[in-house]
């Protein structure tokens, strides 16, 4: 027979187990995209330096983290670069991401060389990011998505919103990228 404090164990760690794994799926389930969060202070750009494919320009980014219980806000500094993707039909567009990996704050690289991105499993014509310390990998022309690796999702994304005659001003963070890195 049973003894009454192992069945209550039991049945609590179900049930536990139960809310738990219910409320992980919720926030999928509804199809929000992440919310992003305001810089300190825009990141402008001059466009000129990124007139080439796939030539990253580094940046620094300053966001404050929201406040949590007990724990006031707090300046985060961010790592990102700015680069021009070349598209399959000719055209090209900006996009800005963190250069940390979000699986444990590694830095990422962009790697373009063809022989390199042949023995990572990438042609030479679809550049991809990689962590210097467990080697996930993630897609530069899809905005840093992740490729492969131990990272649970791609590469935090910046909005670059205005894109005037000769800057590109980056001015928002995904706020997951706040609580993490």
């Known amino acids: 027979m049973a003894r009454p404090g192992i069945v209550r164990r039991t049945f609590l760690g179900f049930g536990l187990m139960l809310v738990g794994g219910g409320r992980r799926p919720w926030p999928q389930h509804a199809g ?17 330096s990124v007139t080439t494919p796939w030539h990253a320009v580094p940046f620094k980014a300053d966001a404050m983290s929201a406040a949590a219980a007990g724990a006031p806000a707090r300046r985060v500094v961010l790592n990102g670069v700015l680069y021009r993707k ?16 979000p699986h444990e704050l590694c830095p990422v690289a ?23 310390c467990h080697f996930s990998k993630f897609d530069a022309r899809e905005d840093g998505e992740w490729v492969s690796g131990v990272a649970y999702r791609g590469l935090f994304r910046f909005r670059v919103i205005a894109v005037s005659n000769d800057t590109a001003e980056i001015t928002h963070i995904e706020e997951e990228a706040l609580s993490v890195v």
């Open 86 to 101: 070349a598209l399959h039909d000719d055209t090209s567009e900006l996009s800005a991401l963190c250069v940390t990996c």
């Open 110 to 132: 962009l790697v373009t060389d063809p022989e390199r991105l042949a023995k990572m499993g990438s042609d030479a014509e679809n550049p991809l990011f990689e962590c210097g």
């Open 32 to 48: 929000a995209p992440s919310g992003y969060a305001p810089l300190t202070n825009p990141v402008r750009i001059p466009l000129d």
